[in-house]
């Protein structure tokens, strides 16, 4: 592990500093409010498909076990059920066992935003909005050259996860929905199964056969309605087979993740004991859940969505960079 | 030898349905939905041809030891380039389909590195650069200014490159042997 100053990576650096600044300007614009938050937390959310940073605070031969925080969403709705309205955090988030990468790294930014009184379909337009405000800042003009492709901003292109499936990896509705049949249909594909789960394979087969279709027609592509075992904190459609969720992605990359968020306290506290469960089994940090998140919730957490974006990804795609780290002037590789 | 995916690192070799490849690129990716994942680039030793395939970060891979091995390059066919291992004698034939556009600069007599896995030659591991000398070029026209303008020149193993206008007869240049790339003279 070396401490690398990366100064060649100035200028787009500087780019990354006015994409911050054209966040923080729209957003205050739509009335959210900025909060600053801990990074550390007695307490988490439990999330299965998440490692975190343990560390302790010591005082006299005592010690008590603090967390970095992977995530700011157990703060913000927190405040949300406290009525601070519309709200967002732009800062750090931490995540172990994530090695860097060209997306990834161990220490990320990521912007955090709810807004009241919508759901997600209604959060996109607001999302688009953004994108196209940030690109007129940068550029002057809605629209931006990616790796020598043009994106534009004024409309999204829509697929639904189902007609992605069906499009790009020839799995139909009726295989997508059916665990048994869709881990035949992998195995057909030649895919290891052996051993794993159809949340496993739905995220293999994500990865290798859709997402390098995505966002790459000239606008941002976003893909929504995932099956509810990929529900998160997000609400239930009416279907009762797929979540209120979306992802945005633009040349392939994935920039952003939002749910119509969960209000039922009792949903809530079921999905937490199934991922606190699921971390064990996955010999995961053990750690605290945050009881008062449920609390709060029961206070009643007002209806809302909220999007989670990473921001070095995000601001990639406005400097042209073809990875996170081209946008840092100290880079340290894990 | 079997090692989870998400060990997988640049060089590596492993079998993959059935046949072995080459590990070219490897990058861990977690969707957040789902199991972390290992994207891969992979080429095939036998086709030379490159995949992407995504690994769950947790599947059990199995790794082929493939051991690289220098000796000196004898000869070509239409099939095959032929290899001496020099500490034995014994002699080796590697295809030429994976072995591509770099067997166009391979000179006889010269060392290369040979994979072997099982005894069975099955690629060469490419060299960075290969030092050849000029065998035919065109003058350079004098006041032909234009910079970056380049010319067809024919090197000693019969392969021609684009070389910039100052280079002559004669010269030994710098290639890259899998782009066919000019980097530098002598």
């Known amino acids: ?334 | 030898m079997k090692t989870r995916a998400g060990n997988l690192k640049k060089g590596e070799f492993v079998k993959y349905q059935n046949e072995t490849w080459q590990v070219q690129k490897a990058d861990f990716y977690s969707p957040g939905k789902g199991s972390a994942m290992m994207k891969a680039k992979i080429k095939n030793l036998i086709t030379g041809k490159n995949i992407d395939y995504t690994f769950k970060s947790n599947e059990d891979v199995e790794t082929v030891s493939v051991e690289s091995v220098e000796m000196q390059y004898l000869y070509k066919d239409m099939e095959n380039l032929y290899f001496m291992d020099e500490r034995t004698y014994n002699q080796y034939s590697v295809p030429l389909e994976p072995v591509g556009e770099a067997a166009k600069f391979l000179k006889e007599g010269e060392k290369y590195f040979v994979y072997l896995s099982n005894e069975k030659a099955l690629n060469i591991r490419p060299p960075m650069s290969v030092r050849l000398k000029i065998v035919e070029v065109e003058e350079a026209d004098k006041g032909d200014t234009v910079s970056g303008a380049k010319k067809p020149a024919k090197l000693e193993t019969g392969v021609t490159v684009m070389v910039p206008l100052f280079v002559k007869v004669g010269e030994t240049i710098i290639v890259n042997p899998e782009t066919g790339e000019y980097t530098g003279r002598e």
């Open chain 1, 1 to 334: 592990m070396k401490i690398k100053t990366s100064i060649q990576n100035l200028e787009k650096y500087k780019i990354a500093l006015k994409v911050e600044q054209a966040i923080h300007e729209f957003l205050q614009k739509k009335t959210y409010l900025k909060v600053d938050l801990p990074i550390l937390s007695p307490s988490l959310i439990p999330e299965s498909y998440l490692e975190i940073f343990e560390t302790k605070f010591r005082f006299f031969g005592k010690a008590k076990n603090l967390y970095l925080t992977p995530s700011p969403e157990l703060f913000l709705k927190r405040l949300l059920a406290d009525g601070t309205g519309s709200n967002y955090y732009l800062g750090k988030c931490f995540r172990n066992s994530e090695p860097s990468s060209k997306l990834h790294s161990p220490e990320f930014t990521m912007l955090e935003m709810y807004k009241l009184g919508t759901d997600y379909l209604k959060l996109a337009n607001e999302v688009l909005e953004m994108l196209k405000f940030i690109a007129i800042k940068i550029n002057n003009k809605t629209e931006i050259i990616y790796q020598g492709n043009k994106f534009n901003f004024l409309k999204w292109e829509k697929i639904s996860v189902v007609r992605a499936f069906e499009k790009y990896a020839l799995i139909g509705k009726e295989e997508l929905f059916n665990k048994e049949r869709f881990i035949l249909k992998a195995k057909e594909k030649r895919y290891n199964i052996k051993n794993f789960t159809y949340e496993d394979l739905f995220s293999q087969i994500y990865v290798q056969e859709i997402e390098p279709n995505l966002g790459r027609n000239g606008y941002p592509t976003m893909i929504y309605d995932y099956p509810k075992e990929f529900a998160a904190l997000a609400k239930l459609n009416n279907d009762g087979k797929t979540a209120q969720r979306f992802e945005f992605y633009i040349d392939g990359i994935e920039l952003g993740d939002c749910y119509s968020e969960l209000t039922d306290w009792e949903e809530q506290e079921k999905r937490f004991i199934d991922e606190a469960r699921k971390r064990k089994e996955m010999g995961k940090t053990n750690h605290p859940i945050d009881k008062g998140f449920i609390e709060a919730l029961k206070y009643g957490l007002p209806e809302s969505s909220g999007i989670a974006i990473g921001f070095e990804r995000l601001a990639m795609i406005f400097a042209d960079a073809t990875s996170i780290n081209q946008l840092k002037l100290i880079n340290i590789d894990l």
